[in-house]
């Protein structure tokens, strides 16, 4: 009796709940399912595309996105992993409500202190360029959303004075950058050590990064942002395809109800193990 091939798998991932809400109201068909180590995850069907979409908040800072990012990885074996949601503008021309693809990512605080001031080390990992292609597609065919294919920086600081030392240290040393977030470099730099995998950072734009971004956030620019975000990234992977013969096979995970955990060499049926190799046998008895 013939397997079917199994699916393949896009991680997406986000760090707020509002970022979530608006990629999974795309998601068809999901079921939750939670890793031996507590961390969960929706996986679901993404109508009219091949892939089966792996979806997980991990909340906030790019340690704890390269982290989780590296264990969904290792987990789900996805051929894609894509970290959606909000940022700020760094640009003039980079307004609220448009989205920033990541032509590549800035870790922004990496350097070394001297008695002649700080020398910066600049960390960049780039994104997918078949990721990237996909987006640039996609968009010329949405009218209503303003992209922008540019560096995006990732720094463990929510930036919301314009003029503040790190607003200059960032226009001086990254001033390429159209946004900026605090959990891109994260994710990329799990992807990039975890079998060089197509990876992508898409953030839809929130506020300007200085002092009126409270009243942005409480206008619903972020409810509005992440939205635009959820849309192109819905939009690239339904320009992008798999890749042929490289589903992925992932480990088992449970059932948010509950049900078996497989791993390794061997299964968890509800509390009971059965250590060794196992054989699959037909209930008619041949085979």
Not at 20 to 29: D, G, H, K, S, T
Not at 49 to 64: F, I, Q, Y
Not at 142 to 170: N, Q
Not at 252 to 274: C, K, L, Q, S, V
């Amino acid at each position: 009796m013939s397997v079917p091939e199994p699916q393949p798998t896009v991680l997406v991932l986000t760090a707020l709940p509002l970022e979530y809400a608006a990629v999974r109201a795309y998601v068809e068909e999901r079921e939750e399912i939670v890793h031996r180590d507590g961390t969960r995850a929706e996986r679901g069907q993404l109508p009219g595309t091949p892939w089966h979409v792996a979806l997980s908040e991990l909340g906030v800072g790019a340690d704890r996105a390269a982290s989780l990012t590296t264990q969904l990885i290792n987990w789900l074996r996805p051929q894609a992993v894509l970290f959606v949601g909000v940022a700020g503008s760094l640009k003039d021309d980079v307004e609220i409500g448009d989205v920033v693809v990541g032509t590549q990512v800035y870790e922004i605080h990496g350097g070394k202190q001297t008695p002649e001031g700080f020398l910066v080390r600049p960390k960049a990992l780039p994104g997918s360029h078949a990721l990237e292609q996909a987006a640039r597609s996609a968009v010329r065919d949405m009218p209503d959303v303003r992209a922008h294919f540019v560096p995006i920086a990732t720094g463990d600081v929510v930036l919301a004075d314009a003029k503040s030392e790190i607003a200059r240290f960032i226009r001086h040393n990254y001033n390429d950058a159209g946004a900026i977030e605090m959990e891109g470099s994260g994710a990329l730099q799990a992807a990039h050590l975890n079998g060089q995998l197509d990876a992508l950072v898409v953030r839809g734009i929130s506020d300007r990064a200085n002092d009126d971004k409270s009243d942005d956030d409480a206008s619903g620019s972020q409810q509005r942002a992440a939205k635009q975000a959820a849309l192109v990234t819905v939009a690239l992977l339904r320009k992008h395809r798999p890749r042929e013969g490289s589903a992925g096979a992932e480990e088992e995970p449970h059932r948010g109800g509950g049900g078996a955990t497989y791993g390794g060499d061997h299964i968890d049926f509800r509390g009971g193990t059965f250590h060794g190799p196992v054989v699959g046998k037909r209930v008619d008895g041949r085979g």
